[in-house]
């Protein structure tokens, strides 16, 4: 394997870092007290902080999920996730079985990989989700509080949008 194709074509580099301090709030906090940083999104979100890549990547730091949280195991079809463990137990579904991530234990999930997390223990945890290549998943995480009280076409809708292909029908669209 190679380098990619050169994608910056000057002779000096250029000032563009984007540097996030970490006592900037989170973009979303929901009642139960879990706290999400869109820490790199792919594209720009209007946010005073934070870095767009311009679709590379999109890093988002989850703080604080709350016992008895998770997602349903789903797959992406565009995009690959990845789970970075960062304080607590994660039960995380690598589509064949079950296993606790505790600090610094990594999953990769390719495009169309089964995957799901759970937080089954009495505490809450945290950890960094990479989506490459980076997709808009603010969109995600904000509106999936409201799937509740959507219809089942609108909720269908909702997930397909977010290219999020749930295989257990009660939680998202049936897979063809």
Same mark, same amino acid.
């Given at each position: 394997?190679?380098? #990619?194709? #050169?994608? +910056? ?7 563009? *870092? ?27 979100? =209007? ?10 990547? =999109?890093?988002? $730091?989850?703080?604080?999920? #709350?016992?008895? *949280? ?30 606790? =991530? ?16 759970? $937080? ?14 980076? *997709? ?19 909720? $269908? ?7 999020? +292909? ?11």
């Amino acid at each position: 394997m190679s380098y #990619p194709q #050169p994608r +910056y074509f000057g002779d000096d580099g250029e000032i563009s *870092a984007v540097f996030r301090p970490a006592d900037v709030e989170p973009e979303l906090a929901s009642p139960s007290g879990m706290k999400t940083y869109y820490l790199a999104t792919g594209r720009p979100t =209007g946010r005073e902080h934070g870095a767009a890549t311009d679709g590379e990547f =999109g890093l988002y $730091n989850v703080v604080g999920l #709350p016992p008895g *949280a998770g997602t349903g195991t789903h797959f992406h079809r565009t995009m690959s996730e990845s789970f970075f463990v960062t304080d607590g137990t994660v039960s995380l579904f690598d589509g064949e079985r079950w296993v606790e =991530g505790t600090k610094g234990d990594f999953l990769y999930v390719p495009p169309g990989g089964l995957h799901s997390f759970y $937080n089954r223990s009495d505490e809450p945890a945290s950890f960094l989700m990479l989506f490459t290549p980076g *997709a808009p998943r603010e969109g995600y995480f904000e509106g999936i509080g409201a799937v509740a009280g959507l219809s089942e076409e609108e909720r $269908n809708r909702f997930f397909v949008e977010h290219d999020s +292909y749930f295989v257990d029908a009660k939680r998202g669209p049936k897979v063809d």
